[in-house]
């Protein structure tokens, strides 16, 4: 049975919990341990599907579907465990079980109350898989004291009350502010943070402390008297230059052995760190760099587009340089010439999105990248926008464009060079949806196998003819065009196995430009950087040595 560690922040929001938690995950994985980790979300949306990017990040799809929390990105990226549909849950998907129970009649007629029906649901998911790895790292969003997280901090309690000792520890993240006055770290806020868990029945066995100095004996001592939890548990967490280097700069705090202690796992096993010490040699030690253009909707805020960033970040480590991503916003093009904006630039991302606002600067885009000799890659939205421009500027469709965007004002304005994905197949099933369906969770999601045409560029870059991405979208190119499009240049060079759906584009003509229907940023590592990524800077790299 797997051991358990619930990771809960106070203080402030924002410390990066999630990234602790993954750094945590990967040092367990360098002392030779199977790791899992999971989110639990107090907010009410059954899954962040229909969120905003700008309210909440970045959404990440997993293989099976999910639509989750940006934090199951981090997971993914610092263990390489392909997270699923188990490893996310939010209040709202909670009640809405519960709720689906009662309709049916599961609970025989009694009062549903938050205990224990409520918790006996979200204990019923922290049970799920408890077989299957040494150690579960379960992370509770938001900070302690939260109204929405009580049942989750209540149902915590229970589930370390129910298991046998020693099987479940709880780390505990606060932040130990400044007083830059005084000169001074100031440990009062932790110790409030930790009364509040020790009121609800929780009491931290390691301590997490987010500070932007180290921390002097004097207030270890101090933490670990007024918090009660050993000394050695109480771990700083000092700022880093990058995030890559949390399970290297977690373990030089102690972080893994406090946690095997804790456990009484002893003797520790030896961890094996090459894995975190190429990664930060290849980040530290890189050569010369490359300029990025980003060109989407959601520039405002950098979570919007996480695992770009991320994979951007990676596709240098391939190459030994560092990426200077710059995120434009490209509604701009919109009004302006994009020449002065996108010149000075080694290559153009244009990722995915949805609605139709900015979409006309995203072609502008794509035509820049076609006509100028720019190595352009273009993610779902930024894939149908270089099909949309092709279309248009070659092969005589001057009004193509997208359902998305015809359904969107309600009436009929362009040829639909991408339409609307009514039924497509599954594994061995057929998937059938309706323009009215629900908003949540109705679109084609999660990974799908794509047949790569043999000596495409996409295939050398894989190394292979069939390939499996991740998907999140409800419109597709479609087929009809195809002939008309290839005869101009572009050709479709990946496919799913029926032949119907298009999953890649590029023109082998041009140095190096590349449209997926997945988001291949979803599935790179920075000690497995994705393939595409990887050539993607290659190739602006080369652009980079001719200027
Ligand atoms: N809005 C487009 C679609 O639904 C693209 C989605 C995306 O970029 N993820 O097909």
Aim: proline fraction near 6%.
């Amino acid at each position: 049975m797997a051991r358990y560690v619930f990771i809960t922040g106070g203080v402030v929001s924002s410390l990066g919990k999630g990234l602790a938690s993954a750094a945590l995950g990967a040092l367990l994985q360098a002392r030779g341990f199977s790791v899992r980790l999971r989110k639990l979300d107090p907010y009410l949306n059954v899954d962040p599907g229909t969120m905003s990017p700008f309210e909440h990040g970045e959404v990440f799809v997993t293989d099976d579907g999910a639509e989750t929390d940006l934090d199951l990105g981090h997971y993914e990226r610092f263990t390489g465990v392909h997270a699923r549909k188990t490893d996310s849950v939010s209040s709202g998907r909670i009640y809405s079980n519960v709720l689906e129970k009662e309709r049916r009649g599961d609970y025989l007629g009694k009062t549903i109350q938050v205990i224990p029906h409520v918790t006996n649901e979200i204990k019923d998911f922290l049970h799920i898989g408890e077989d299957e790895v040494d150690f579960m790292l379960c992370e509770i969003g938001g900070t302690v004291g939260d109204i929405e997280g009580l049942p989750f901090f209540e149902a915590i309690r229970q589930f370390i009350h129910e298991r046998p000792r020693g099987e479940c520890l709880l780390m505990h993240l606060t932040l130990l502010p400044y007083l830059a006055a005084s000169g001074e770290l100031k440990t009062k806020p932790t110790q409030h943070s930790v009364k509040e868990l020790q009121s609800i029945g929780l009491a931290p066995d390691v301590l997490l402390l987010r500070s932007e100095h180290p921390i002097p004996d004097k207030e270890r001592e101090k933490i670990a008297l007024f918090c009660n939890v050993r000394k050695s548990a109480v771990i700083a967490a000092p700022d880093l230059k990058t995030i890559y280097d949390a399970p290297l700069a977690y373990h030089r705090e102690g972080l893994d052995q406090a946690i095997l202690d804790a456990f009484g796992i002893s003797p520790a096993p030896r961890p094996n760190l090459a894995r975190w010490e190429d990664v930060m040699d290849r980040l530290v030690n890189a050569e010369g760099e490359v300029r990025v253009a980003i060109v989407g909707k959601y520039t405002q805020l950098e979570d919007a587009y996480k695992s770009i960033a991320e994979a951007l970040t990676h596709g240098g480590m391939a190459n030994r340089t560092r990426v200077r991503a710059e995120w434009i916003d490209a509604e701009i093009f919109e009004r302006e010439d994009p020449a002065p904006y996108l010149e000075g630039f080694h290559a153009i991302l244009v990722p995915g999105g949805f609605g139709e606002r900015g979409t006309e600067g995203k072609i502008k885009a794509a035509e820049f990248a076609r006509t100028r000799g720019v190595p352009y890659l273009g993610i779902c939205l930024g894939m149908q926008m270089a099909v949309i421009e092709s279309a248009r500027d070659l092969a005589g469709i001057p009004d193509a464009g997208s359902e998305e965007f015809d359904h969107e004002f309600g009436k009929k304005r362009f040829t639909p060079v991408v339409y609307h994905l009514k039924e497509w197949i599954q594994g061995n099933h057929v998937v059938a949806r309706k323009v009215s369906d629900d908003k949540g969770g109705t679109m084609r999601l999660g990974a799908y196998t794509a047949t790569l045409t043999p000596g495409s560029r996409v295939a050398q870059i894989y190394g292979a003819t069939t390939i499996e991405e991740r998907h999140r979208h409800r419109y597709e190119v479609d087929t009809k065009y195809r002939d008309k499009l290839e005869k101009c240049g572009l050709i479709f060079s990946g496919m799913s196995p029926d032949g119907r759906l298009p999953e890649i584009v590029e023109i082998p003509d041009h140095p190096w430009f590349i449209g997926v229907q997945f988001h291949p940023e979803l599935k790179s590592k920075p000690f497995a950087p994705h393939p595409l990524f990887a050539d993607f800077i290659r190739a602006a790299v080369e652009v980079s040595r001719l200027v």
